[in-house]
């Protein structure tokens, strides 16, 4: 069978009607007026096909916020009602003179709106921000609760533009704040609130009386929860990285993303947290909602500008039924991001803190929290920093002890090392194999300083997670730094740096320089104790980079990063430095390590079964590469 293949000028072909084809395009292509005039007309058909679904009906009504307004007299009141139907009885009939209710309890000020039934203000009174002023969570219309429905006569009703009629009532100690969106005296929708004094909970509870003829309940009956999340802290950039919409879906706890926009459809949701940073808005159901769309968007567009919005996060969820009436046991949360206080409400709200994932979230909550309360509940905050530095770094002194032997056996065996590639200087495989036998009989292996290294990054990562979510550090003062959880500052720059900002903190700087010294007596230790191996990069080349590269790093971008972090970077270095002087200078002994490493070469030493199988392959790459230089010698 032949085989059918292209020609050259079958391609030409091809090239040539394909090109024809574009010029063709190109030249029939509209011009800009032919284009105004088809979105001209696109724009009337779309005009035309609204009037035709009016006309077709005319009972379609929605509302906007022009329809809430208490009417006046018996014309306000009829035109009201040709607007919102039913509904207008809340507003027709209210006797409520302001058009909001205030509550004060020990911890919270709240603010409740007549139109929309909902919190217009929620201050927090016992936290400022970082200029002093009263943390405010909602405030001047950043938060928007609305449900949206359509009723029996075809309507789709917003509760947010609605005239809720407030009454305000005491239970032992609680508050009750009912809201009720009246179409007759015993029919209704209620929003009902219970305040407790020292709590920053709120059970919220969403139910309908006598709805059954005025809510088409065949439509879903839309829940809507939209929130600007405003700037409390110093450093916005900083703030924002922790700003974060995070829920529990089936028992676990996801978010979305930290900077970028996102949006997400889950299932069984049983809450939902508006975390920003160290205070959070949170919405709690007893039974979770059956789907939920959540989305977040970042407000910063530029961190240099001062920005009031971090991020707007909103919810939307479809409100399960009991029959035909609305029944809905939730709890609104607003307060801090403190775990000791979510986890008292038993709804796993404390995992809205991210702690770290996995086995580093386990070392903050069972570990550093507990030993960093216990030590600040004696010690000053900065001081409870530098004692818990120092008990963990003598906890994990022994890795540092391991790392410094292994880099003085490799130094010790270094002149016989490199002896073995001198000798085999033309057989690679060779000598790698003379060096692993070595290592092994000496007990000197490179991987023997890797283990400790591996066994202190859980340690290093959980806590480079807990100091920017520890509650108990904002606002508190240590030396020249007057926030711990935000950046210190000695000077003020009249420009900004990208990526160092406007200011310059102390902190980062000595810690910068410690790590500069600590990498100047490591580094020079590897250099002296690592082999040169032909082939590989030049290790001590790179490590001479590092030593200048990490302090430049930590001094750039800890800048802006809370200072009580940087001042665990400096005395963890400090300690590091330390520790790593007493064990050369009055713990190990070279020559004591040097005839022990002849003891250990002396003994019959057991290869391992990993060593076995890593000497099996490299006895037949080298047989391989043998065969292959017979083979080539042959066809020359």
């Not at 284009?35 to 007309?41: N, R, S």
């Not at 590989?536 to 590092?546: E, L, R």
């Not at 990993?610 to 392959?617: G, I």
Request: aromatic fraction near 12%.
């Amino acid at each position: 069978m032949e085989e059918k293949k292209l020609d050259v000028k079958s391609i030409i072909g091809f090239v040539l009607i394909f090109a024809i084809l574009l010029f063709m395009m190109w030249q029939n292509q509209p011009t800009p007026e032919e284009l105004k005039a088809q979105e001209a007309e696109k724009q009337a058909q779309i005009e035309a096909n609204k009037k035709a679904e009016v006309k077709a009906n005319p009972e379609a009504k929605v509302t906007t916020a022009l329809d809430y307004s208490k009417p006046k007299d018996s014309n306000a009141v009829a035109a009201l009602q040709s607007k919102i139907g039913d509904f207008a009885y809340s507003a027709a009939t209210s006797t409520f003179a302001k058009n909001e209710v205030e509550i004060e309890s020990e911890v919270l000020k709240l603010k409740f709106n007549t139109i929309g039934g909902h919190l217009s203000e929620v201050e927090l009174k016992q936290f400022v921000d970082f200029d002093s002023i009263p943390i405010h969570l909602v405030k001047d219309g950043n938060s928007v609760f609305n449900i949206q429905f359509q009723t029996t006569d075809n309507r789709t009703l917003n509760t947010k533009d609605l005239y809720f009629q407030p009454t305000v009532t005491k239970s032992g100690e609680n508050t009750i704040v009912s809201m009720k969106l009246k179409t007759a005296e015993n029919k209704y929708l209620e929003y009902n609130y219970v305040i407790k004094p020292t709590e920053y909970m709120v059970d919220f509870t969403v139910r309908s009386q006598g709805l059954e003829t005025s809510i088409n309940t065949s439509n879903p009956i839309n829940l809507d929860w939209t929130q600007k999340t405003y700037r409390h802290d110093q450093s916005i950039s900083y703030e924002n990285r922790y700003t974060r919409l995070t829920y529990q879906t089936d028992g676990d706890v996801d978010k979305l993303s930290q900077m970028g926009d996102d949006d997400e459809v889950e299932p069984d949701v049983a809450w939902l947290s508006y975390r920003q940073h160290f205070f959070s808005s949170i919405l709690t159901t007893d039974k979770p909602f059956k789907e939920v769309a959540i989305t977040s968007k970042n407000l910063v567009e530029d961190e240099a500008k001062d920005s009031i919005f971090t991020k707007q996060f909103s919810t939307k969820t479809a409100l399960a039924l009991n029959g035909a009436n609305i029944n809905n046991n939730l709890k609104l949360y607003y307060g801090p991001t403190d775990s000791d206080i979510l986890k008292k409400y038993d709804d796993n709200l404390e995992e809205s803190i991210p702690f770290g994932w996995g086995i580093f979230g386990w070392i903050n909550k069972f570990l550093f929290i507990p030993l960093f309360n216990g030590l600040s509940s004696f010690l000053p905050y900065g001081i409870a920093i530098i004692v818990m530095t120092v008990l963990i770094k003598l906890a994990m002194s022994f890795v540092q002890y391991k790392q410094y032997l292994s880099q003085m056996k490799l130094k010790v065996l270094k002149p016989e090392l490199d002896a073995i590639r001198e000798k085999h200087k033309d057989n690679k495989m060779k000598a790698q194999q003379e060096t692993m036998a070595l290592q092994n009989k000496a007990g000197a292996s490179p991987m023997a300083g890797c283990l400790p290294a591996l066994i202190q990054m859980p340690v290093f990562y959980a806590l480079f997670m807990f100091f920017p979510t520890a509650f108990a550090l904002r606002q508190k003062s240590f030396l020249w730094a007057d926030d711990l959880s935000s950046y210190d500052v000695v000077a003020k720059l009249p420009f900004n740096i990208p990526l160092y900002g406007d200011h310059v903190s102390l902190f980062p700087i000595l810690a910068a320089i410690a790590i500069f010294f600590y990498m100047k007596l490591t580094t020079g230790q590897n250099q002296m104790s690592a082999p040169t191996q032909e082939g590989m990069p030049d290790m001590a080349k790179m490590m001479k980079y590092m030593i200048y590269f990490a302090p430049f790093m930590m001094l750039i971008f800890f800048n802006q990063y809370a200072s009580g972090l940087s001042l665990y970077y400096f005395i963890s270095n400090l300690i590091s430095i330390g520790i790593l002087l007493v064990i050369k200078n009055f713990i190990l002994d070279e020559e004591k390590i040097h005839a022990n490493i002849q003891v250990q070469k002396a003994k019959p030493k057991k290869e391992s079964k990993f060593q076995q199988r890593m000497k099996t392959m490299m006895e037949q790459a080298e047989k391989q590469k043998q065969l292959q230089q017979q083979q080539k010698k042959k066809k020359k």
